[in-house]
């Protein structure tokens, strides 16, 4: 697996051990960290090797970075640093040495993790429970141990014991929803279907709104069950609360009957998955990405752990990372057209918006009734600033919306923001009126058309309202607080417009518009020399174009005045920002 933070904490080394290299190897020559991965030159000497590693890490190529520290290993084997260093590249890399190496590391978690699941999956169950028992019942292990044993026993054929292993955490745990998620798999496995049943529901009260895997497991069940319209309305459920995988709503529902816990290692990759999807949104990623490869390990078809490992990837500007570890997600997969637009999107980031495009064109013609990847077709152009040209796919995609719901709100509001930079503004105000009807208290939309009011001098005190609705949401986004400020300035209260915009730009050091702003206030409370550091602090920040000349107007009006202090300059009109 290709993550690079994980290695920044766990691969480079201290100084220290630098130099214990240098010294257990002193006929090395001179570190070759400036050579790329596939330079394909000899590394010889601990130094050497490691830095080769190190170097080979920070470009986020984990199998040449594994190759180097297990070189460096070989010349120094009883150096713990490298050890520990060779391990985690390689289980990240996903190599057979990782094992090896783990076997060597009694004190490491994640490699106690990997030789219990090895005998999971070699069938040694009772081997594996035990190992899974000894762990230490504290911080994370602490919720997964229950599930690792309970999935070792039921392994072993145990389903009482598992079921009773579970039965505590289920009747009183903070995390109860997932035991009882898991408790109900076990049951389905053992063909108990009556407890399977009471499990499942027991789940979904518990966890609440629908995730992926949730949905997939019961949906199996209910269809199993010889309920498939039920099925239907499960997966129904998670394409509305999550759009991203409305894409593949058909391909989910055609495979709705198929059983998604297979055998016990399923489950125990099942149990990592979840794990990692709670620590992920608790900025614990590290983690969640070594648990992760735990799973794929087991389950390398787990095509939602991909998922989220590219989503941990993607969100730490890893995005070519993220295209990787989908790479082996299999056309025929559910979730492949989720995959093919995941990998548009990070495409995109990378900078290769044409081969993006092209892939969505595919998609395109792959699911012709379908409007997401019309929809990211215009996100990308209008992302190149290609606004006009942006429309054209996002009016597409709006004509395949014959009844919009509230999850449609973001189409409206992006194809209202390239209407508006395309100077098609009596569109652009009904797509943002559109996308309010159908999420009326979105704050970015509301911010938007207040903001844009205010800039046209109409209907300023509704847009001073939505302004206000919107910060009351988001009360430390700097876009929304200058808002707040220019709508205040254009109502004639200064001394409020001030106060704001100077917070704005607490929030937004670096924002030119924002800036320019504040100018424009501290010259109409007659604070001539602040506003002309304002306006030339403006300038320095990567102004609009469109900006440009306004701010120089404005720095020559007030020099031209000589220090007068009559008739200050009014506030001027720059271009908004997309906010």
């Not at 640093?81 to 076997?103: C, I, K, M, N, V």
């Not at 012709?368 to 796919?393: C, K, T, W, Y």
């Amino acid at each position: 697996m290709q993550y690079i933070l994980t290695l920044r904490r766990f691969v480079l080394l201290a100084l220290s051990l630098l130099s214990a290299c240098a010294a257990a190897n002193p006929s090395s020559g001179a570190g070759t960290a400036g050579q790329q991965a596939d330079s394909g030159t000899a590394v010889t000497g601990v130094a050497s090797a490691f830095l080769t590693g190190r170097f080979a890490a920070a470009q986020n190529d984990l199998e040449y970075a594994s190759d180097q520290f297990l070189r460096a290993l070989a010349a120094d084997p009883t150096n713990p640093d490298l050890l520990q260093q060779a391990f985690l590249t390689s289980l990240l890399a996903g190599r057979p040495e990782a094992l090896r190496l783990a076997r060597m590391l009694p004190q490491n978690q994640a490699a106690k993790l990997l030789v219990a699941d090895t005998d999971a999956a070699n069938g040694n169950w009772d081997q594996a429970e035990a190992r899974y028992a000894a762990l230490p019942r504290q911080g994370l292990t602490q919720v997964l141990q229950p599930l690792l044993v309970a999935w070792a026993q039921q392994g072993a054929g145990h389903t009482d014991t598992a079921l009773a292993t579970l039965q505590p955490f289920v009747e009183s745990s903070r995390f109860r929803g997932i035991y009882a998620l898991h408790a109900a798999m076990i049951a389905d496995l053992a063909k108990r279907n009556g407890e399977a049943a009471h499990l499942y529901r027991l789940a979904q009260t518990d966890l609440g709104g629908p995730n992926l895997q949730l949905a997939r497991v019961v949906a199996s069940w209910q269809s199993r069950q010889g309920y498939p319209a039920d099925a239907t309305q499960t997966l129904n459920a998670l394409a509305d609360a999550d759009e991203d995988f409305a894409i593949s709503l058909p391909a989910l529902q055609a495979a709705a009957g198929t059983v998604q816990i297979r055998r016990a290692t399923d489950g125990i990759a099942e149990a990592y998955l979840a794990l990692a999807a709670a620590l992920s949104s608790q900025d614990a990623s590290d983690f969640s990405v070594v648990l992760l490869q735990l799973a794929l390990d087991l389950r390398p078809d787990l095509t939602a752990a991909r998922l989220l490992a590219a989503d941990i990837m993607d969100g730490h500007k890893q995005p070519a990372a993220a295209v990787r570890m989908l790479a082996p997600v299999a056309v025929d997969d559910p979730l492949a057209a989720v995959v093919r637009l995941r990998r548009a999107a990070l495409l995109d980031q990378q900078g290769a918006s044409e081969q993006a495009l092209r892939l969505l064109d595919e998609l395109t013609r792959d699911y012709p009734d379908r409007s997401e990847p019309l929809a990211m077709q215009g996100d990308i152009l209008r992302g190149e600033r290609h606004f006009a040209e942006a429309v054209v796919p996002y009016d597409k995609a709006v004509a395949l919306l014959p009844h919009p719901g509230h999850a449609n709100w973001p189409l409206f509001y992006d194809r209202g923001i390239a209407l508006d930079r395309a100077h098609n503004w009596p569109r652009a105000e009904a797509d943002f009126l559109k996308a309010l009807e159908l999420a009326p208290n979105q704050p970015y939309v509301l911010n938007y058309l207040g903001y844009s009011w205010t800039e046209l001098g109409r209907n300023l005190p509704r847009a001073r309202q939505m302004i206000e609705q919107a910060l009351q949401q988001r009360p430390n986004d700097g876009a929304i607080v200058d808002s707040l400020g220019w709508v205040l300035l254009r109502q004639g209260d200064i001394a409020g417009a001030v106060k704001n915009l100077e917070r704005a730009v607490e929030l937004e050091p670096e924002d030119s518009t924002i800036n320019g702003h504040l100018g424009d206030a501290y010259a109409a409370a007659g604070r001539k020399l602040e506003a002309q550091y304002q306006w030339r602090l403006a300038l320095n920040l990567k102004p609009e174009p469109d900006d440009v000349p306004k701010l120089q107007a404005k720095l020559r009006e007030v020099e031209q005045a000589s220090g007068s202090s009559a008739a200050t300059p009014a506030a001027g009109t720059p271009e908004k920002a997309v906010r």
